[in-house]
């Protein structure tokens, strides 16, 4: 069940050399815009703090893929900006 291994995932010490992939809010890692919520590659400490991995390389599909949900997220973002 995906729900449970995201919350296990998150209260979890994340093993040496090893992440998660979680939504959070971004803080312009990867390319992403502050503030898009959009999966990031995270890592969890003892106390239950996470933080994004930095230089998880991507590859060229990986990083097409990215570029176009972003964008996609952006729009979304235009589309409402009216309502906020």
């Known amino acids: 069940n995906g729900v449970v291994d ?21 803080d312009c890692s990867y390319g992403i815009d502050a503030g898009l919520i959009a999966s990031m590659p995270i890592k969890v400490d003892a106390d239950g703090r996470w933080d994004v991995v930095p230089g998880v390389e991507l590859d060229e599909f990986s990083r097409e893929k990215v570029d176009a949900t972003v964008q996609e997220l952006r729009d979304e973002r235009e589309a409402v900006a009216d309502l906020l």
Do not use: F, N
């Not at 995201?6 to 971004?26: E, I, K, M």
């Open 6 to 26: 995201t919350v296990r995932s998150l209260t979890t010490p994340t093993a040496d050399g090893d992440w998660t992939s979680v939504a959070v809010c971004s």
